[in-house]
């Protein structure tokens, strides 16, 4: 990178039915490797106390509690304009035990 290129800032939006803590150690490690600077999980579910504890520990990430995740992704979307948007399956991130953890 040169002198006078500005980094593009990366964003990860997800979306899944409920949120555990296997999901919270898989997308918290993808973050750090992959250098993600902000990180929104949608779901329509609120996440255990548990998992909200957790997730206040991982200062990039932001949990988004609603049903129309298209409506949330263009607005996130729409407040970040020139960043990099990257979506993935975040029971991909939490590995085969994701599933046993919901």
């Known amino acids: ?3 006078n290129q500005i980094p593009v800032k990366q964003i990860l939006i997800s979306q899944l039915n409920r949120i555990g803590i296997v999901h919270l150690h898989g997308i918290e490690k993808y973050l750090i490797r992959n250098d993600i600077q902000r990180c929104f999980l949608i779901t329509s579910i ?3 106390e548990n998992v909200l504890e ?3 520990k991982i200062p990039s990430l932001e949990i988004v509690v609603s049903s129309h995740f298209q409506k ?4 996130i979307e729409e407040e970040h ?3 990099k948007i990257i979506s993935i399956d975040p029971y991909h ?3 085969r035990d994701g599933a046993l953890d919901a």
């Open 46 to 48: 609120t996440p255990h």
């Open 81 to 83: 304009p020139k960043a």
């Open 72 to 75: 949330e992704k263009k607005k």
């Open 54 to 56: 957790y997730a206040k």
């Open 1 to 3: 990178m040169t002198k």
């Open 93 to 95: 991130l939490a590995g």
